[in-house]
């Protein structure tokens, strides 16, 4: 390697100490070998110092001890004379710190002879600033958690802030009785948003045209209960960003994935695998909030006397349950009885082995195990057990 290259690699206190005539093995106790190339102050030694920003703020030397970072070819440490903190004020306008360092609100300081003064410490600005920043949050919630309520929001001013959203609520399950930022009671009974959606298929093979509509009623919007204040907030912020030039409907249906790709062949092809012409169009309709799903048995009556196919969400769901449920059963079944193959297997090949008698015994349970091993002996001796007249009856 180069020596100019190693010589711009070494920190300031290395330089001044090869100046001095000092050697790796040879130097002063306030300082170690800290890599392959440079030394560095020891903890002790930076205790006994103090460092000023350049706004004038004192800083102890124990907080700038692990300040090491490497920026734009630039190292900042204590053995540079210029470690980073935090901006106790939180600035990106510094009039006294260079603009790349203003970016990432750091502030440089430099090693000083004055004594350490709380008073005139950037741990005092901190610590008024956590002072502020908690008395804001008490006066805004009262006391309660909020998940609406951030502990900072940046460079903005102020520690709080507020970022009222009843998705969040909805997201994280909020369960404060009065709401921490609108300061309005809030109704935790547990409901949840149902719709019900009407696909529409046309269809055409040759010169016959058929168009079917299948209404699926009692779909939810959320995979859990939430609570009713949360659920009409939701849904009164939808319909209020409702504009019909822009979507085509109040709140987005889940959608199978076969319906995903009914719908884009359907937009782009007009074609569908069996027919000639295809079209897929589907509506949300009857968009209500309820405790659980109510079914209108007469309307439902209405509905397929007017051809339409009705089916409801929740008997979707446990069919499918039901489905897998019976998939499961069926799958531990079949490995059960590739269990009891494969045990009958080994005990045919190692059934005088009297290694694995427990084993066996685990496997069959005792009666069935001496079972087996009579037939296994009777079968090697050629002699059967007699069959009493009595166990026949």
Same mark, same amino acid.
């Given at each position: ?22 050697? %790796? ?11 392959? &190339? ?16 350049? @706004?004038?703020?004192?800083? &102890? ?15 900042? @440490? ?15 306008? #510094?009039?006294?710190?260079? /603009? ?6 750091? #502030?440089? #300081? ?9 008073? =005139? ?12 920043? %908690? ?12 998940? #609406? ?29 009065? @709401? ?38 009692? @779909? ?7 609570? %009713? ?58 968009? %209500? ?64 082995? &009297? ?12 009666? &069935?195990?001496?079972?087996?091993? =009579? ?9 059967? /057990? ?8």
């Amino acid at each position: 390697m180069p020596r100019h290259i190693i010589t711009a690699m070494l920190n300031d206190l290395t330089k001044r100490l090869y100046a001095e005539g000092w050697t %790796r093995d040879h130097h002063p106790d306030t300082v170690y070998w800290k890599d392959f &190339e440079n030394f560095g102050y020891k903890f002790e030694t930076l205790l006994q110092t103090t460092w000023e920003t350049g @706004c004038g703020l004192l800083v &102890e030397g124990r907080t700038i001890s692990t300040s090491d970072v490497c920026y734009d070819d630039v190292q900042y @440490c204590p053995e540079n004379n210029n470690p980073l903190i935090r901006c106790p004020y939180g600035r990106r306008d #510094c009039p006294h710190q260079p /603009a790349e360092l203003n970016r990432y609100s750091m #502030c440089l #300081c430099r090693e000083t002879d004055k004594a350490y003064s709380y008073d =005139q410490s950037a741990e005092k600005v901190e610590e008024e600033r956590d002072r502020q920043r %908690r008395e804001q949050y008490m006066e805004i919630t009262g006391g309660q958690y909020c998940f #609406c309520l951030s502990n900072t929001n940046g460079f903005a001013g102020g520690r709080v802030k507020v970022e009222y959203d009843p998705e969040t609520c909805i997201r994280l399950g909020c369960k404060n009785p009065v @709401c921490s930022v609108t300061k309005q009671p809030r109704d935790l009974s547990k409901v949840n948003v149902f719709y019900d959606i009407a696909r529409t298929y046309k269809t055409r093979v040759g010169i016959i045209e058929d168009t079917k509509t299948v209404v699926e009623k009692g @779909c939810r919007v959320f995979p859990k209960p939430i609570a %009713r204040t949360d659920a009409e907030l939701w849904l009164a912020r939808k319909k209020a960003e409702y504009n019909p030039f822009l979507s085509k409907r109040i709140i987005d249906p889940r959608l199978t994935m076969e319906d995903r790709r009914m719908e884009y062949f359907s937009d782009h092809h007009r074609k569908w695998p069996g027919y000639d012409y295809f079209e897929f169009l589907y509506e949300v309709k009857n968009i %209500r909030i309820e405790a659980r799903e109510t079914r209108d048995l007469l309307q439902d009556l209405r509905d397929v006397a007017d051809g339409l196919t009705v089916v409801h969400a929740a008997d979707q769901e446990r069919a499918k349950a039901q489905a897998k449920q019976d998939a499961r059963e069926k799958r531990a079944a079949a490995k059960s009885k590739r269990r009891d193959r494969s045990r009958k297997e080994f005990f045919d090949q190692h059934w005088q082995d &009297e290694r694995y008698n427990s084993a066996f015994r685990s496997w069959f349970g005792t009666d &069935e195990y001496n079972r087996l091993l =009579q037939e296994k002996r009777a079968d090697a001796t050629g002699i059967y /057990a007699q069959t009493s007249i009595f166990d026949m009856m």
